[in-house]
């Protein structure tokens, strides 16, 4: 079903406040997933559908800004366009009783949570190569995300991974932000000097996927790579290799998009050296791996 766009401004109704329970339209607001500056996840109840959504909800004070508006708007195009199955799927976004209220299917936790937890090589791996399927797709529809990290990775059943939050994805025309946005710690050092390109996307994914095998992440400007050992301990030598060339400082030495990192991915047959998991040249395009029999 195509989400519902009505992306407008209602300005004859003054936002209502929001509590668990509340009502915004068809949708129930069950609990509170996560605050930041700018919006509140919450999860919530599509009484219509009978099944559970997450629901952004931007303050009121960021809506009733133009510009930030117009932030708004730029995201849901962007996320309406993506058909992919590793990039979270916009179901609705409108203005309801005042608020705009944009709407994702429920997954089960973020990476970031699932990353408190041991995670199996092989799970890791199955994860890491449908994270650079997805951010490859969005490359080649001419979108730069610029704020990959681990809180924006969604897990769902079945081991299917899903990247979300496009608030400060643009699309790429050759020309450059003036400001530094992203987040620090993911943050490439020439995005953080207001020049983000397909290779910052490159860089901030090879450093998820580094902190998913080494449990940390190296502080900029990588005098040495923390728990490195740890790191590639029962990973292929070209696998190593495509992550530590993801995450070089120098721009020009990394991979010039996702899509040339994907195409790096699938040439290695056995990524973990036990022979584990096979990376399969069919299923690469929808980004899954299986384990070797």
């Not at 009733?64 to 979270?88: F, Y």
């Not at 809180?151 to 081991?159: A, G, H, M, P, T």
């Not at 901030?204 to 400007?221: H, T, W």
């Not at 070209?238 to 990192?261: N, Q």
């Amino acid at each position: 079903m195509a989400p519902s766009l009505k992306i407008f401004k209602d300005s004859t109704h003054t936002p209502t406040s929001l509590r668990i329970g509340s009502r915004l339209d068809k949708y129930r607001l069950t609990g509170r997933l996560g605050e930041g500056g700018f919006a509140t996840v919450y999860a919530a109840m599509d009484l219509v559908e009978d099944r559970k959504v997450a629901l952004k909800i931007p303050d009121s004070r960021h809506v009733a800004n133009a510009q930030s508006l117009d932030d708004l708007h730029r995201e849901v195009r962007i996320m309406a366009k993506m058909e992919h199955p590793g990039i979270l799927k916009l179901k609705d976004a409108r203005f309801i009783d005042g608020h705009f209220v944009i709407a994702f299917p429920l997954g089960e936790e973020t990476l970031a949570d699932r990353l408190t937890r041991r995670l199996s090589r092989a799970t890791a791996m199955d994860y890491a190569v449908q994270m650079i399927s997805a951010v490859a797709y969005a490359h080649q529809k001419s979108v730069l995300h610029r704020d990959i990290k681990p809180e924006n990775f969604v897990l769902f059943s079945d081991q299917v991974i899903r990247l979300t939050d496009f608030g400060l994805a643009r699309i790429e025309t050759g020309g450059h932000d003036v400001s530094g946005s992203g987040t620090l710690g993911f943050i490439s050092p020439e995005q953080a000097m207001g020049k983000p390109t397909y290779r910052s996307d490159v860089f901030s994914l090879g450093l998820v996927i580094y902190r998913m095998f080494s449990g940390a992440v190296p502080d900029y400007p990588f005098d040495s790579l923390p728990a490195f050992n740890r790191f590639r301990k029962g990973m292929s030598r070209d696998f190593v290799s495509i992550i530590k060339k993801s995450i070089d400082p120098t721009p020009s030495r990394r991979f010039r998009d996702a899509v040339a990192m994907l195409n790096a991915i699938s040439k290695i047959r056995y990524p973990l050296t036990d022979r584990s998991v096979t990376l399969t040249g069919d299923s690469l395009p929808s980004a899954m791996t299986r384990r070797a029999a």
